[in-house]
């Protein structure tokens, strides 16, 4: 007889591993990529890329874009971000950067936590961890945000800065950047968050 895996595919949020390896090296699911001229976004309910928005400017993604499974940005992320009233309640944003071009999204990807950016969504926690791919070698040298090249984390503050005003048009902008941090402080909202994902939909399941 086949088994539910036969028939349906596992939700990328809450079906798929975040990893072995987590907080260091965590599973990475894809939503957008650098080339994408459109925000896509997953749809929580089906699991499936929805459609969100096109960009509203020329400027695109500096990197690949997603979110980490089996996490959730509650009281316990907030509470690791200054001025935040409460976390944005959606899985834990990543981006992962390449070497080599990857054009398509749906993917999984093993990303190596180098850092984060801290931003406050109209004082809502919304951190962006920032990785490598695991598996690209030209990174190797890389341990810390601050190994990676200043203008490569400079496009990625710049985008998260203003891509909410390039969406709407308007000149008011709920994003603000509290600012960046590295490897260690990055791989403790990681576990914050996954400590929020089990107390949001698996409480009572120890930790």
Not at 46 to 67: K, N
Not at 132 to 158: C, G, M, W
Request: glycine share 8%; charged share 25%.
């Amino acid at each position: 007889m086949a088994n539910s895996f036969d028939r349906f595919r596992a939700h990328p949020w809450h079906g798929l591993p975040i990893g072995a390896q987590a907080p260091a090296v965590v599973e990475a699911y894809i939503e957008i990529t650098p080339y994408d001229a459109v925000k896509y976004e997953i749809d929580k309910t089906t699991g499936y890329l929805r459609v969100d928005r096109p960009q509203g400017s020329s400027a695109l993604p500096p990197s690949l874009y997603g979110f980490i499974p089996q996490t959730y940005c509650g009281d316990r992320v907030a509470a690791l971000t200054p001025k935040a009233d409460i976390g944005d309640k959606d899985p834990l944003d990543i981006c992962v950067i390449s070497q080599q071009r990857i054009d398509r999204a749906e993917v999984v990807v093993p990303a190596r936590v180098l850092g984060g950016i801290r931003l406050l969504d109209g004082g809502e926690a919304d951190d962006k961890i920032v990785a490598v791919l695991e598996s690209d070698t030209v990174f190797n040298y890389a341990q810390e945000l601050k190994h990676l090249p200043e203008a490569v984390v400079n496009r990625l503050i710049h985008y998260f800065g203003t891509y909410k005003m390039q969406m709407t048009g308007d000149q008011e902008n709920s994003m603000e950047i509290v600012g960046t941090y590295g490897r260690d402080e990055a791989l403790e909202v990681i576990t914050a968050s996954m400590a929020d994902y089990i107390d949001e939909f698996a409480p009572g399941v120890r930790r």
